[in-house]
């Protein structure tokens, strides 16, 4: 459930920037969002709107990340793992640990969530197919 003071939206800001930073420095990630990403600025605040609204219940975000991410061609379990790789990384580093650890809670959900979707709509799933956490 969202806790408005769970932390603030510096934290917030800070670790989408941080997070996304890393992505696109990734050798396997970062091609796959400079391509389908134009604005990177735009996105970065959809991004923030985004965990700020699960977060803090702010409810700034509107938007489909199931139909965006299942837009995208070839992605693997792998690369979702490899995107809660990147994502644990950044949250290690917060001093916030209650924010560390319902974000990570929630990073895992969306990422089992994501992948289940899009195996459903390129027919990709399969039994004993892989959650990516």
Not at 5 to 26: K, S
Not at 46 to 56: A, C, E, G, K, N
Not at 84 to 91: E, G, K, N, P, V
Request: net charge negative.
């Amino acid at each position: 459930m969202p806790d408005p003071t769970l932390c603030t939206e510096q934290e917030i800001t800070g670790l989408v920037h941080q997070f996304y930073g890393r992505i696109r420095a990734d050798e396997t990630l970062g091609p796959i969002f400079e391509a389908s990403v134009d604005d990177w600025d735009a996105h970065l605040v959809l991004l923030v709107d985004f965990w700020s609204s699960l977060l803090r219940g702010t409810r700034r975000f509107s938007g489909s990340p199931m139909t965006k991410h299942a837009a995208l061609p070839d992605l693997t379990a792998d690369m979702f793992r490899r995107w809660l790789a990147i994502f644990h990384q950044c949250t290690a580093e917060l001093d916030n640990a209650a924010m560390r650890s319902e974000v990570e809670a929630m990073a895992g959900r969306i990422a089992n969530k994501l992948w289940a979707n899009y195996q459903g709509v390129h027919g990709t799933g399969h039994p004993g197919s892989h959650q990516p956490a």
